[in-house]
């Protein structure tokens, strides 16, 4: 008969031993660092929210852009500042905090963090003067042979190259706490911004070897002609993680922050590092589905990286169960019955709930849209119209930025030490409404205009007088409404911002972080076999993309020139 | 790790509704044929000429045979050059009869283009470097507007055209 000792032995050398996620506190140097890529993330928002307001303005095809300013280059502003530099500043601010407050960083940690900050700084002001100036009419997907000036290429890498050193810390920081604690399980948070820093460091890789091996030395004029679809290909490796590394840290609040708020538990620690697994499993090997209609590819190929990005539709799921389970177990702790009962529990009036939760809601159109456009043949009808901005605009423009403002409600007092006010709460329940009536507004026309065949991406224009075309302009009258409202909305969210920062009464506002059940099922260690996660990844990848990389080196055509006038410059 | 027992039949249907979704995919692709264009042949962006079908007699649309026919489009910034009329003045309208078959294939001397007849399924990346084809059937009378839908610089929503098909 096995003793209870040796019982206990077994159990514990497949799962890890559970103490509770430990909370440090932020010091004060962690949180100027913190506030330093929030205020970047600020002005990008407003900066970047005025380019909507213009672009939509111009598109309705009733007011003209003032100064001679190019249509193309707010839309390219508009592009880099919110997909690049507002998500990609939040993202690694807010992942550092999460960092800071399980694991903690050390002095020389700390520096090396700055140090990636202001590269990432330099590099997108760099990017934009090249932009401002007109030098730089490319969009954020800069795709060749257009040419804009060598400096855009250089400030952009430079962001990259910034993400990597904060990847760096990160990964350093992670690794020194697992030896010190070996038979722990990681802090759940920092475990999730492991994986999420890990998928984007490999899927940097696709982007960085095209700006260092193709795009930078001819765009100096080193190199006579570019691989345009090798350029392609390179940046669609990229561009899809891209999405996720904006999805993740949303879904981190989802997970781990949002049951603390709601005052309730993490519904499965296991479930929610699974998830985070699949999801770096399948953000990567999926990139063609952006380049269905290319005419270099093989269809086979096209197909298998379809079926591959559909593989994330298990995690999204898992994801979806997670929080509405976490939802009602809480409901129902709390005495709510029935079969719907629980839903009044919810804190409603609390923004820290509402915002992510209205972003929840968007996803449930956006991701049904997202099946549509990587489907294959379907993608046909729907490619490259404004029904795919109109998509983008639901899964990252409200479902990642609503969770983002949920998160800023607590993160930014909470870094500024002071506490968020009933009024600021309030404030913040009129901009999600706010929000969410100018998106449905927007969107909607968006995707409309796009099943009806209204091309993304282009300035005001009659098509000389078609029927179509006047039939579109209606509702580029439509996106200038609700671009609009969402204009004055995030006024309001500046207006929030200098609040929390300048005006709230001083105070600790709480940083939620939820924790387990205190019986919760032990996490298996397998949950943390970081080598072969690593190696799952990159086996996929390549599986994924030789055969057609290495078609579309050996089959190339002749290169391509690059091309500046088309640009303006 | 341990599953809750509804979140077994939540993704169990999950999962086999995407199976399912696959099968139609897969079957629309590979049994019926519905492919987006892939795989193009390859031509010389700075001479694309050497290809007959893009010599300037070649271009616009050409009768072939009873309800077929072939359009040869270059798309340029900011131009789509759908071939010349009698007088030589460019075409910008096509006429088709309603039920023909119409083999387009387009291709581009410069940069990025996307060459997409609104309403249709024309709908395809033009690249430097490769000749875009795709065949459809046309049988719904109409007019469709052709538009550029990829970025192509600051003219990009000035190339247009369009096309008709007739009863």
């Known amino acids: ?569 | 790790m341990h599953l809750h027992k509804y979140e077994k039949y939540w993704l169990g249907a999950g999962i086999v509704g995407l199976i399912v979704f696959l099968i139609i995919l897969g079957f629309g692709a590979f049994y019926l044929g519905t492919h987006p264009q892939s795989h193009g042949e390859i031509i010389d962006p700075e001479n694309i000429e050497a290809n007959d079908a893009f010599k300037p007699e070649n271009r616009g649309l050409t009768k072939v045979d009873e309800g077929r026919y072939v359009l040869n489009i270059v798309a340029s910034a900011f131009n789509y050059d759908l071939g010349t009329d009698e007088s030589g003045a460019p075409i910008k309208n096509i006429e088709i009869p309603a039920g023909s078959k119409v083999l387009v294939q387009a291709t581009t001397p410069d940069v990025i283009h996307g060459l997409n007849f609104a309403g249709t399924n024309i709908n395809m990346m033009v690249e430097p470097g490769y000749v875009s084809t795709m065949e459809v059937e046309l049988n719904n009378p109409g007019e469709y507007t052709l538009v550029c839908n990829e970025y192509c610089g600051v003219g990009h929503h000035l190339m247009y055209g369009s096309l008709e098909v007739v009863e």
């Open chain 1, 1 to 569: 008969m096995a003793t209870p000792a040796n019982v206990v032995e077994k159990f514990s050398s497949k799962v890890f031993h559970n103490y509770g996620t430990v909370e440090l506190s932020l010091s004060k140097r962690e949180r100027r660092l913190i506030m330093s890529y929030m205020y970047v993330a600020m002005i990008s928002l407003l900066v970047g929210g005025l380019m909507g307001l213009l672009q939509v303005l111009a598109r309705s095809g009733e007011f003209e852009l003032p100064w001679g300013i190019n249509y193309y280059t707010i839309l390219t502003v508009h592009g880099v500042i919110l997909a690049l530099v507002m998500t990609s500043f939040f993202i690694i601010g807010f992942q550092n905090a999460l960092m800071g407050k399980t694991i903690g960083f050390s002095k020389k940690q700390l520096n090396w963090a700055w140090v990636g900050f202001w590269i990432m700084l330099i590099g997108t002001v760099i990017a934009a003067v090249t932009i401002l100036i007109g030098k730089a009419n490319v969009l954020y997907t800069f795709y060749a042979p257009l040419k804009a000036h060598p400096l855009f290429y250089i400030g952009i890498t430079l962001v990259v190259v910034g993400s990597w050193v904060t990847a760096a810390v990160n990964f350093r920081q992670f690794y020194l706490w697992k030896k010190a604690h070996p038979n722990e399980k990681s802090p759940l948070l920092a475990f999730m911004v492991i994986i999420n820093m890990l998928m984007w460091c490999i899927a940097t890789i696709g982007v960085a070897t095209s700006m260092l091996i193709e795009i930078i030395p001819w765009s100096l004029g080193y190199k006579n002609t570019i691989n345009v679809l090798l350029s392609r290909t390179l940046f669609w490796y990229f561009g899809h993680p891209l999405v996720y590394f904006w999805l993740l840290p949303a879904y981190m609040a989802w997970y781990a922050i949002i049951p603390k708020v709601i005052g309730g538990k993490i519904f499965s620690d296991s479930l929610a590092r699974f998830s985070f697994i699949l999801f770096l499993f399948f953000s990567i090997p999926v990139g063609l589905h952006h380049q269905l209609t290319e005419p270099g590819l093989d269809s086979t190929w096209k197909f298998i990286q379809v079926i591959l990005t559909f593989m994330v539709v298990i995690p999204s799921l898992m994801t979806a169960f997670s929080m509405f389970a976490t939802f009602e177990i809480t409901g129902r702790k709390k005495g709510y019955g029935g079969l719907f009962g629980w839903l009044k529990h919810l804190p409603w009036k609390d923004v820290r709930f509402l915002a992510p939760f209205v972003g929840m809601l968007a996803f449930i159109p956006g991701g049904a849209g997202g099946i549509i456009n990587a489907s294959y043949q379907i993608n046909t009808m729907v490619h490259n119209t404004i029904w795919v901005p109109g998509h983008f605009h639901l899964t990252a423009a409200t479902t990642v930025v609503l969770t983002f403002f949920g998160i800023a409600y607590w993160l930014i007092p909470h870094l500024t030490g002071r506490k968020l006010t009933d009024a600021v709460n309030r404030l913040g329940i009129y901009q999600t409404i706010l929000w969410g009536v100018g998106m449905t507004i927007m969107s909607t026309a968006m995707h409309i205009q796009g099943l009806a065949g209204a091309p993304r991406r282009s300035n005001f224009s009659d098509y000389g007088g078609t029927e179509q075309a006047a039939e579109w302009g209606a509702y580029q009258m439509a996106q200038a409404v609700g671009g609009t409202i969402l204009f004055f909305a995030i006024l309001l969210m500046i207006f929030i911002f200098i609040k929390m920062i300048f005006f709230s009464p001083k105070g600790e506002q709480e940083f939620p972080i939820a924790q387990e059940e205190d019986h919760a099922e032990p996490t298996p260690k397998w949950t943390e076999n970081w080598k072969l996660w690593i190696a799952i990844t990159l086996v996929l990848i390549l599986f994924a993309y030789t055969v057609p990389i290495m078609d579309v080196i050996q089959n190339a055509p002749p290169g391509s020139a690059p091309f500046d006038w088309p640009i303006g410059s």
